[in-house]
């Protein structure tokens, strides 16, 4: 997975389009380079015919004009072995080149995988449909969008290769149905038997014998004489007389049981996780963390108080948020995470967003964020780590985590251990992409400019387990998160006494 990788945020994804503009132009170019050498044809072909029907209507007249019979025998001879190589000269030559050039910057194979993972992620997080989704039915809401055969034909050949046969079998079934009603495009023309072939393939993996050998007869009533598709025949027929199983050890992972029940992570994606009944959760203005809050309270929102964890309404103004998006977006890279065993950052499959940090001191703005960061927590941010702005994508997500360091990490921590979080949202997002909490039971969703905090460790400085959390993937939306990891040890003398 490479740093550039494409569809881990919206912001990154946006290049793309622009590419794409460039590649219609080049594409309408060699439309036009094509059109002009039609004409040229064209327009021959009518005075050529025009002269020969001429002398073929009074042939011996026409022969017997000796300036007539020295052109033909000079055109037979010249004119159309300069046809020949009109022909032979290729078109679009510089149009196939630029293409060529694009394509470093084009979306690799690794970004498809990628993006079928996430499509894939989104599909099992929000136990969504495939027929559903292929149809642009997302989570309850119609959108004016659906997928091509070719689309749900990459979703079922990339989750085959890895070995999801279910979910890749749900895929190819659909691209069946999608070529039933539309017809695809040339020069992207998709066999129906080879889609059934790779359906029967794909059943056969799930031990379905009966049904694969169904696909392939359906297969043989459009091309009885096939010889792949009748050896197929022969093959599967000879598994079902046998019983040998061409099963590949499935994984006995129950995760991949497409009716399970929802783990308690998914539920929490899922909103739906029982409203709190404490009655200590109220909504406040705190004026009091820092003297400046006397000035200008802050609308707080206590979600929990163990661990200690508040929400901050309209703690960004628009001004900043826009400010912060375009001071972050040329510099977004994709996140990583911190590997021990490597002793340095990687990036993994379990985050996928872009990133951008920003030192404390990097222009106002960011001077601002932090003095609002100390009225919003009374933490003393020295030695805390940069601000963090990112970005999700397609299906963009945070596994579930912890903030705080593991043993490793934490003996090699000048700072100490991180004692609590700041993430704001810079960004609402339209369905998914919310954070969630599953050992106390807490979601908390993207709202544009409010922000949510809590405490990592407990009051004796131990990590809290209970603080364990993730970022649900985004289903619709470009969701804007800026955050900041507070670090333990400036806060030895001003620790403000945490509440209870
Ligand atoms: O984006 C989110 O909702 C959570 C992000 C997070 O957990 C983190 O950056 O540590
Ligand atoms: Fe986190």
Same mark, same amino acid.
């Given at each position: 997975?490479?740093?550039?990788?494409?569809?881990?945020?919206?912001?990154?994804?946006?290049?793309?389009?622009?590419?794409?503009?460039?590649?219609?132009?080049?594409?309408?170019?060699?439309?036009?380079?094509?059109?002009?050498?039609?004409?040229?044809?064209?327009?021959?072909?009518?005075?050529?015919?025009?002269?020969?029907?001429?002398?073929?209507?009074?042939?011996?007249?026409?022969?017997?004009?000796?300036?007539?019979?020295?052109?033909?025998?000079?055109?037979?001879? /010249?004119?159309?072995?300069?046809?020949?190589?009109? +022909?032979?000269?290729?078109? @679009?030559?510089?149009?196939?080149?630029?293409?060529?050039?694009?394509?470093?910057?084009?979306?690799?194979?690794?970004?498809? =995988?990628?993006?079928?993972?996430?499509?894939?992620?989104?599909?099992?997080?929000?136990?969504?449909?495939?027929?559903?989704? &292929?149809?642009?039915?997302?989570?309850?809401?119609?959108?004016?969008?659906?997928?091509?055969?070719?689309? $749900?034909?990459?979703? @079922?050949?990339?989750?085959?290769?890895?070995?999801?046969?279910?979910?890749?079998?749900?895929?190819?079934?659909?691209?069946?149905?999608? +070529?039933?009603?539309?017809?695809?495009? =040339?020069?992207?023309?998709?066999?129906?038997?080879?889609?059934?072939?790779?359906?029967?393939? #794909?059943?056969?993996?799930?031990?379905?014998?009966?049904?694969?050998?169904?696909?392939?007869?359906?297969?043989?009533?459009?091309?009885?004489?096939?010889?792949?598709?009748?050896?197929?025949?022969?093959?599967?027929?000879?598994?079902?007389?046998?019983?040998? $199983?061409?099963?590949?050890?499935?994984?006995?992972?129950?995760?991949?049981?497409?009716?399970?029940?929802?783990?308690?992570?998914?539920?929490?994606?899922?909103?739906?996780?029982?409203?709190?009944?404490?009655?200590?959760?109220?909504?406040?203005?705190?004026?009091?963390?820092?003297?400046?809050?006397?000035?200008?309270?802050?609308?707080?929102?206590?979600?929990?108080?163990?661990?200690? +964890?508040?929400?901050?309404?309209?703690?960004?103004?628009?001004?900043?948020?826009?400010? +912060?998006?375009?001071?972050?977006?040329?510099?977004?890279?994709?996140? #990583?995470?911190?590997?021990?065993?490597?002793?340095?950052?990687?990036?993994?499959?379990?985050?996928?967003?872009?990133?951008?940090?920003?030192?404390?001191?990097?222009?106002?703005?960011?001077?601002?964020?932090?003095?609002?960061?100390?009225? !919003? #927590?009374?933490?003393?941010? $020295?030695?805390?780590? !940069?601000?963090?702005?990112?970005?999700?994508?397609?299906?963009?997500?945070?596994?579930?985590?912890?903030?705080?360091?593991?043993?490793?990490?934490?003996?090699?921590?000048? #700072?100490?251990?991180?004692?609590?979080?700041?993430?704001?949202?810079? $960004?609402?997002? =339209?369905?998914?992409? &919310?954070?969630?909490?599953?050992?106390?039971?807490?979601?908390?969703?993207? %709202?544009?400019?409010?922000?949510?905090?809590?405490?990592?460790?407990?009051?004796?400085?131990?990590?809290?387990? %209970?603080?364990?959390?993730?970022?649900?993937?985004?289903?619709?939306?470009?969701?804007?998160?800026?955050?900041?990891?507070? /670090?333990?040890?400036?806060?030895?003398?001003? /620790?403000?006494?945490?509440?209870?």
């Amino acid at each position: 997975i490479e740093e550039s990788s494409h569809c881990t945020s919206v912001a990154g994804m946006v290049k793309l389009l622009e590419l794409e503009d460039q590649l219609i132009e080049n594409l309408s170019d060699y439309a036009n380079e094509l059109e002009k050498r039609l004409e040229t044809v064209r327009r021959s072909i009518d005075s050529l015919r025009l002269e020969n029907q001429k002398a073929r209507s009074s042939t011996v007249d026409y022969l017997s004009n000796p300036l007539n019979s020295f052109s033909l025998i000079r055109r037979m001879n /010249r004119d159309w072995v300069i046809w020949q190589l009109f +022909m032979e000269d290729p078109v @679009g030559v510089t149009q196939a080149d630029k293409i060529q050039t694009l394509r470093e910057e084009m979306p690799t194979s690794t970004d498809v =995988e990628e993006a079928v993972t996430a499509l894939d992620r989104i599909q099992i997080t929000y136990g969504l449909k495939v027929e559903d989704i &292929a149809s642009g039915y997302l989570n309850g809401k119609q959108y004016p969008i659906s997928v091509t055969a070719l689309d $749900s034909y990459a979703m @079922g050949q990339i989750l085959f290769d890895q070995g999801n046969f279910i979910r890749a079998s749900r895929w190819i079934y659909q691209t069946l149905t999608w +070529m039933e009603s539309f017809k695809l495009p =040339e020069p992207f023309l998709l066999a129906k038997d080879e889609v059934r072939t790779f359906y029967a393939e #794909t059943l056969l993996k799930l031990n379905e014998k009966a049904d694969a050998l169904k696909v392939v007869n359906i297969a043989l009533t459009d091309k009885p004489h096939d010889i792949k598709l009748l050896v197929k025949k022969m093959e599967i027929e000879a598994l079902i007389r046998t019983g040998t $199983s061409n099963q590949q050890p499935q994984p006995k992972n129950p995760l991949s049981n497409p009716n399970r029940s929802p783990t308690l992570y998914e539920m929490g994606c899922r909103g739906m996780y029982p409203a709190s009944t404490d009655s200590k959760l109220v909504c406040r203005y705190n004026s009091t963390t820092t003297p400046f809050l006397t000035l200008a309270p802050l609308k707080m929102e206590i979600v929990g108080l163990n661990p200690y +964890m508040v929400i901050y309404h309209d703690v960004l103004s628009s001004a900043e948020i826009d400010e +912060m998006k375009e001071m972050a977006t040329p510099s977004l890279k994709r996140a #990583t995470v911190y590997k021990a065993s490597l002793g340095k950052n990687e990036v993994v499959k379990t985050r996928t967003s872009k990133v951008a940090w920003f030192p404390d001191s990097y222009n106002s703005l960011t001077l601002r964020l932090n003095a609002r960061i100390h009225d !919003m #927590t009374g933490f003393d941010l $020295s030695g805390s780590e !940069m601000l963090q702005l990112m970005n999700y994508g397609l299906g963009g997500h945070y596994d579930k985590h912890y903030d705080f360091f593991n043993a490793t990490e934490k003996s090699s921590s000048l #700072t100490g251990d991180r004692i609590a979080t700041v993430l704001f949202y810079m $960004s609402d997002v =339209e369905q998914g992409g &919310a954070t969630v909490f599953p050992n106390i039971y807490k979601t908390v969703y993207p %709202q544009r400019g409010t922000a949510v905090m809590w405490y990592n460790l407990k009051d004796d400085g131990q990590p809290d387990e %209970q603080t364990l959390h993730a970022a649900c993937p985004v289903l619709v939306g470009s969701k804007w998160v800026c955050n900041k990891w507070i /670090r333990e040890r400036a806060q030895f003398r001003s /620790r403000p006494c945490l509440k209870k």
